[in-house]
């Protein structure tokens, strides 16, 4: 089989599977990519839960950062040296990232735009940024982003690598489901 050479192929080394729980398509869909412009900056996994969509990176030879307010989720991580826990609020807490620290941002089923110039600043030129919603169930609408929200919310600071919106609850409400793959301009 043909070998580029391409940075994950060198880091794709040691750790085997350390969970069982799958990753949501969408990051797997795009992770070979995150991680190959990620250099050497570690992966934030924002709002991480128990770590589903860490495991991944870790495998492919990143490390992850995987922030969550809740201590609980946190402790049931997978053990894998490459995925540090961080407990903070994100809604409350001091930013601790600095400017261009950050290789790669997954942010999946948790929406909170104030945070968004956050992302901005932290993220490495040319790192990616990965947005997934949740799905749309029920009245979970209200609680998502309005048709071009994210879009504009981004718009200027990164190029949209992949950009989908899905209509969820009555039309008139102009809600959304968001998946985005999104990558920091310079
Ligand atoms: C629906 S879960 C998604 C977990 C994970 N991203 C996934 O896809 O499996 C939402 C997560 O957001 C976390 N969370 C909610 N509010 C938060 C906040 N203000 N700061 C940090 N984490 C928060 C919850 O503890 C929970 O783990």
Not at 87 to 108: E, K, S, Y
Not at 148 to 162: C, K, M, T, V, Y
């Amino acid at each position: 089989m043909k070998n580029n050479g391409s940075k994950t192929d060198k880091r794709r080394k040691s750790h085997g599977p350390t969970s069982l729980l799958e990753a949501s398509p969408l990051v797997r869909r795009f992770a070979t990519r995150i991680v190959d412009a990620a250099g050497n900056g570690p992966i934030l996994d924002v709002a991480c839960g128990v770590g589903r969509n860490a495991v991944i990176f870790a495998q492919l030879g990143c490390t992850v950062i995987c922030l969550d307010k809740n201590q609980d989720l946190l402790r049931r991580l997978p053990n894998n040296p490459r995925i540090l826990p961080m407990q903070m609020d994100l809604a409350t807490d001091h930013w601790p990232f600095g400017r261009c620290q950050l290789g790669g941002i997954v942010n999946i089923h948790f929406l909170l735009p104030t945070i968004f110039r956050r992302f901005k600043s932290s993220l490495s030129p040319g790192g990616h940024l990965l947005i997934e919603t949740v799905p749309a169930h029920g009245n979970n609408f209200l609680e998502l982003p309005k048709e071009g929200e994210l879009r504009s919310a981004l718009d200027g600071a990164f190029d949209f690598d992949f950009y989908q919106e899905k209509k969820a609850g009555p039309l008139e409400y102009k809600k959304v489901t968001v998946r985005l793959l999104a990558r920091r301009r310079d």
